[in-house]
């Protein structure tokens, strides 16, 4: 009896998807933890060293500021020397920059640490998501990817109870709350030795033989190259000037658009979480930070079902409509009722949770193997500048114009991506990773799900 063969995107799930899943999750765990425990750090840190909203903003988007440098830098890199190394030797400077964190005694010190935490985390958003979908099957793709996610929002509660709790033990608290990003940060590090090289850039590399037994040993001896081995001698290699083709500058656009107006609100609010809450009178805040976490991580996990459920193009516009009315009512609704504002939030923080199982999914389906990396990283360090600056500007701005102002500005930024997601947001789901990415394929429709192919008039130049 013939033993069945399946592709690289019909394989069965087995332990080695579930281990490469779980590195990548783990790095979003750190991630998440890493840039919640700051905004806990910051509230004694910032007394403590007399800092005023400048060195605040900094501070608090110092790790974002890391993070556009990183997945820009790393996330090209990964496409020239491939994802294993990138994956391994990031975590390497992630780790010791946080345990380095305990031992500054300046803003200044603090920054720069934060800066290089960024770095790796931003190299690992580019390396570890394109690492994680070269080896999904398709029908667990997309879950695999909105789970980092999830994974990212349980990081970023945890950092917040654990930052409530070591907030007790006195004016060296914020030394512990910082390192306390180690614990994770270590053992990926040591479960990430031995992690093999993806088989779609081994590929792309022309060392197909290579890929054959890295899918063999770990995938299954059942399992095949199928269309990724396919004229791959005669495969022409995009450069990274390839991601500004005419056939791939529309993709960059929307992925960077669309993820840079999730992330700005994102990030600059959840950063300032606690000095939020007591402008909005909640001087006891910590039921309602309580419950805003609780939110953030039943949104993540519910965001699952719904990008099952509804087409990637649907969610996204119906995700950025909710948001965009949810934030400009709670500017209105500043010096009005308590219950309304917290409604408001809640409503907010849901779905921004929800839809940020969608910045996972899509970047790494808008681009081709050959520059997956380089794209999802272009995609990563658009965003990340953005939030960066975002956070940077909000203390600033919450002082300056008060909380009204600055949430519609904010809300303002939500509505831009949702014009432009209307306008480009193409649609990926149910499709093999070749056929969304191909650069001679787009999901013209996007109502229906299918691809529609270009004439050979429109290849990528």
């Known amino acids: 009896m013939n033993e069945q063969k399946f592709t690289i995107d019909d394989a069965p799930f087995n332990r080695f998807h579930f281990r490469i899943a779980g590195l990548t999750f783990g790095s979003s765990f750190c991630d998440g933890y890493s840039l919640g425990i700051i905004a806990m750090a910051l509230t004694v840190f910032g007394p403590q060293m007399n800092m005023n909203s400048l060195w605040t903003g900094l501070i608090g988007s110092s790790a974002l500021i890391g993070l556009f440098a990183g997945s820009l830098i790393l996330g090209r890199l990964s496409d020239r020397v491939g994802r294993q190394k990138i994956f391994l030797v990031n975590f390497l400077l992630i780790t010791v920059a946080t345990i380095l964190q305990f031992f500054v005694s300046s803003p200044e010190e603090l920054f720069i640490l934060r800066l290089l935490i960024g770095f790796g985390l931003g190299g690992d958003y580019a390396v570890g998501t394109t690492l994680l979908a070269e080896f999904s099957p398709k029908k667990y793709r997309s879950s695999l990817l909105a789970s980092i996610n999830v994974v990212w929002t349980l990081g970023y509660v945890a950092s917040n109870f654990v930052g409530h709790y070591l907030g007790q033990v006195g004016s060296d608290s914020w030394r512990w709350m910082l390192v306390s990003a ?91 979480l606690p000095s939020i809450l007591s402008t909005m009178g909640f001087e006891q805040n910590f039921f309602a930070d309580t419950m805003l976490n609780l ?68 970047p790494a389906e808008l681009f081709p193997t050959e520059i997956r990396g380089s794209g999802i990283g272009m995609v990563t360090a658009i965003s990340r500048i953005g939030s960066a600056i975002g956070t940077f500007l909000l203390p600033v701005s919450l002082s300056s114009f008060g909380l009204s102002a600055s949430m519609a500005g904010m809300a303002a930024i939500l509505l831009v991506g949702l014009i432009v997601s209307i306008a480009w947001a193409p649609e990926t789901k149910n499709l093999s990773l070749h056929e969304a990415s191909d650069p001679l394929l787009e999901a013209e429709n996007s109502l229906k799900g299918t691809a529609i192919p270009f004439t050979e008039n429109e290849k990528i130049t």
């Open 295 to 362: 939110f953030l991580l039943v949104g993540a996990i519910i965001g699952l079902w719904l990008l099952a459920k509804f087409s990637r193009r649907g969610f996204t516009i119906g995700a950025f409509t909710i948001l965009t009315i949810s934030l400009f009512s709670l500017s209105f609704l500043h010096n009005g009722s308590q219950f309304l504002m917290l409604l408001a939030f809640l409503i907010f923080t849901f779905f921004m949770s929800a839809a940020s199982n969608l910045t996972l999914v899509y």
């Open 182 to 272: 180690a614990i994770p940060a270590i053992v990926v590090l040591i479960l990430r030795i031995g992690t093999p090289e993806s088989p779609r850039w081994l590929v792309s590399m022309g060392r197909v033989e290579e890929a054959r037994q890295i899918v063999k040993k770990h995938l299954g001896s059942n399992v095949e190259m199928g269309e990724m081995a396919a004229g791959a001698e005669n495969q022409k290699t995009l450069g990274f000037r390839g991601l500004f083709s005419k056939r791939l500058r529309k993709r960059l656009a929307f992925g960077g658009i669309f993820k840079l107006t999730l992330v700005i609100p994102y990030f600059a609010i959840y950063t300032f």
